[in-house]
């Protein structure tokens, strides 16, 4: 018997042992301890067979086998299989990454009792709450789980602050919480579904049971997550479990509560906010069939189920489904791929559809499920332009956007303010001659951060004080220019002093509860003034906005990655869609300096629907993704030269290989050539169809370690690349 086994490696092979002496029957999906080299490490059994290509003498045996039964079923070894051959890359990372943390440490496998917490009759009882006034963190969790009657996981109390354990037990020896059991009966009662709603969940529910891929593109505020609950509650009817995806943390609590609340049985929750220990029993509780229904990030996606019949990806657009560093996968499209390999249906849903979704759409690849109209009587929020050529600029607000917030205050609305730019300021400079702060080592500006008097590189971290004098001049008279969020803040603070105001940004939000606690503020409609990055733009229920101002959309409108005015329109949509989403109007002021502009004029006059379709014939003509298939291949060193040198290296070894229709560019220096302390370029490799480009990568990549140069080098590899920086 040999055993193939997955090592967490950098090489494109796996590796043959001999089974272990005593232990259980080896199967593919077990974990297993091996030596490698001088260490140990824990793999995982791909394949059993019954020869090898080393003569016997040579082959190692394994240490130990490490679970009883196969942690991994036959679907995920599937998946990652496929996955490491499209994207090239070493099945034993590919295969690591399908595992939590606890598990790759070799850790055992061993689920425990749902940790599920409720307040007793004693905790609910009046002056419960405030004989804890000395015990703040204690009295923090009482309110907490005074606000979810039927208890709550304690996986969603981490996002409180400090040693929330500690005070969860002291709160059941007091006898004002028990753990006990969770609920499995929903408790909400579902909306009145409008006809376009109706007629999606029935096309999702016709397809039950086999595979089928959908797109359900609804405007922001059409009751997108209504269909969703629909079409889980008749998949958890039929007694199977389901996968829903989401791009960001954000996001997971408030759909956490929105599930519980509707979906009956239990619902287990994966992203990387929690703990190694919570994440590994959401995940056994997956692969038991124990949860239910499954919501995570992406990384989710490879998480076993007992019995799945439906996978949903929300938002499913966002460029946070794609992983950008080691295993560069795109859970969207992985999961198209487990979809059919199950045999169950895919749901993507968004209010702005990636082009490449609705080329799929055009194709009759996927089933288009149109939601045109806002749910409710909720209507579609007034777009406007505002032109703020040779205006006067206050903190980057024009007089007329600071008219338009007077108005929606008085009239009891909130505003929601977007700038996609965090810190005091992007740039620090000196007066007298010149002089700009940038990073030691990036090609980049560094931003001022003012309240902790640190200049910060918002792309390697690096940081440091803010200088007393120029480092060139050595003038004091130091100013920045242009707007954060951070100087936003107060210039806004200034001028609404009598207004509360909620900044949600990386800064704002670094201490843990902070996020949790500031859209809480937001919802409430407690903060009547919301500002923000993307953080705040994506997939949250504002039903208190009236006034959406977005005080910079011109970035997107000449970006050098081709996909810079999808993600421009996308955002725009998003953002605005926060507007106007209860009885109230909404209304949406964009600032800019190219009203004329054709592809601001478009998205506001037809929509992003109409915008899409154009900017696909675009694509077309041009021959762009989605009507050719990119790969990108970068290369970093300290020395500058060592990059380019690897890759034309590369680029004459694949023209070797003389692969019809590849077209191989480059190298060409990163459009941030210096990046950490390192130089990158990249070399980009483009095809009208896939098999041809896979065709040439499957014979380059695993030569590239061969090369004389490459031992200079760190490289990488991005199929379907979605950023080119």
């Known amino acids: ?58 082959l190692r045996k394994a240490t130990e086998i490490l679970d009883q039964d196969p942690l991994l079923p036959e679907d995920v070894l599937a ?8 994207y090239h890359h070493p099945p034993g990372e590919v295969l690591t990454a399908t595992l939590p943390v606890a598990l790759r440490q070799g850790k055992p496998a061993q689920a425990t009792p749902p940790d599920w917490w409720r307040v007793t009759a ?71 579904l409008n006809p376009e709603q109706q007629a999606a969940v029935e096309a999702i529910n016709s397809t039950l049971g086999r595979f089928r891929a959908l797109l359900l593109e609804g405007v922001t505020g059409s009751g997108k997550t209504e269909v969703y609950l629909a079409a889980l509650q008749a998949n958890l009817d039929q007694g199977r479990q389901a996968l829903v995806l989401v791009p960001e943390i954000g996001l997971t609590p408030q759909l956490i509560r929105r599930f519980r609340r509707r979906l009956p049985g239990r619902q287990a929750v994966l992203h990387s906010g929690l703990a190694d220990g919570e994440r590994l029993q959401a995940w056994l509780a997956a692969g038991s069939g124990e949860a239910d229904v499954v919501i995570g990030t992406r990384s989710a996606l490879f998480t076993p189920l007992a019995r799945p019949g439906l996978i949903i990806v929300d938002e499913e657009h966002d460029l946070a489904l794609k992983q950008q560093d080691g295993f560069r996968y795109h859970a969207r499209d992985l999961a198209a791929v487990r979809a059919r390999q199950l045999d169950i249906p895919l749901v993507l849903g968004s209010a702005t559809p990636s082009l490449e979704s609705l080329h799929n759409c055009q194709q009759g690849r996927y089933q288009h499920l149109p939601l045109p109209y806002r749910a409710g009587v909720a209507r579609p929020p007034a777009l406007h332009l505002l032109d703020i050529r040779g205006q006067p600029l206050e903190g980057g607000l024009s007089r007329e956007l600071l008219k338009h917030m007077e108005q929606h205050l008085d009239a009891e609305g909130q505003v929601l303010l977007f700038l996609n730019r965090r810190g005091y300021a992007p740039v620090l400079l000196c007066h007298d001659c ?42 004091t008279d130091l100013r920045s220019l242009g707007q954060g969020t951070e100087q936003l803040e107060q210039i806004l603070a200034a001028r609404f002093p009598e207004v ?59 970006g050098a990655d081709f996909r810079a005015p999808e993600r421009m329109a996308q955002l725009i949509t998003q953002v605005a869609g926060r507007a106007g989403r209860a009885e109230r109007a909404g209304e949406v002021l964009l600032q800019t300096h190219h009203p004329e502009h054709p592809l601001l004029q ?77 130089y990158r370029a990249q070399l980009l490799l483009q095809a009208p169809d896939r098999r041809s480009l896979h065709t040439l990568l499957g014979r380059l990549v695993p030569e590239l370690g061969k090369l004389p140069s490459a031992r200079r080098v760190r490289w990488s590899l991005d199929v379907d690349p979605q950023e080119m920086l």
């Open 122 to 192: 004693e905790g609910r009882a009046p002056g419960a709450a405030a004989s804890l006034s000395r015990a703040a963190r204690q009295q923090q969790v009482l309110f907490r789980l005074l606000e979810a009657p039927d208890g709550v996981d304690a996986a969603e109390l981490a996002d409180l602050d400090g040693n929330w354990r500690q005070a969860l037990t002291a709160l059941a020896r007091k006898g004002l919480v028990v753990r006990c059991s969770p609920p499995r009966s929903a408790t909400g009662e579902p909306p009145g």
């Open 500 to 558: 509360p105001l909620a900044r949600i940004d990386r800064d704002s939000t670094r201490r843990k509860g902070t996020m949790e606690e500031l859209l809480e503020r937001a919802h409430s409609g407690e903060a009547r003034i919301l500002l923000g990055t993307q953080m705040l733009a994506k997939g949250h229920h504002l039903p208190a906005v009236t006034l959406v101002g977005i005080l910079d959309c011109d970035q997107g409108l000449f």
């Open 1 to 58: 018997m040999i055993l193939q086994v997955a090592v967490p490696c950098p090489l494109h092979e796996t590796f043959d042992y001999l089974p272990p002496d005593d232990g259980p029957e080896p199967r593919p999906g077990m974990r297993v301890r091996v030596p490698f080299g001088r260490r140990q490490l824990v793999g995982i059994i791909c394949r059993v067979s019954s020869g090898s290509q080393l003569p016997h003498n040579k």
């Open 602 to 678: 478009l998205l506001l006059r037809e929509g992003y629907s109409r915008f899409a379709r154009e900017s696909l014939a675009e694509r077309a003509a041009a021959a762009l993704p989605p009507f050719s298939h990119l790969a990108l291949l970068r290369a970093e060193a300290v020395d500058a030269g060592a990059p380019r040198n690897f890759l034309q290296e590369v680029r004459e070894h694949g023209l070797q290989l003389g692969q019809t229709g590849v077209l191989l560019m480059g190298p060409v220096p990163a459009p941030m050539e210096r990046r950490a302390g390192r």
């Open 434 to 475: 010149g002089w700009v702060a940038t990073c030691s080592r990036c090609d980049a500006r560094m931003t001022w951060h003012q309240r902790d008097r640190r200049l910060r590189c918002h792309h390697c971290g690096h940081e440091r004080r803010v200088p007393e004098q120029c480092q060139d001049c050595r003038s």
């Open 79 to 86: 998946l990652a299989d496929w996955a490491a051959r499209y």
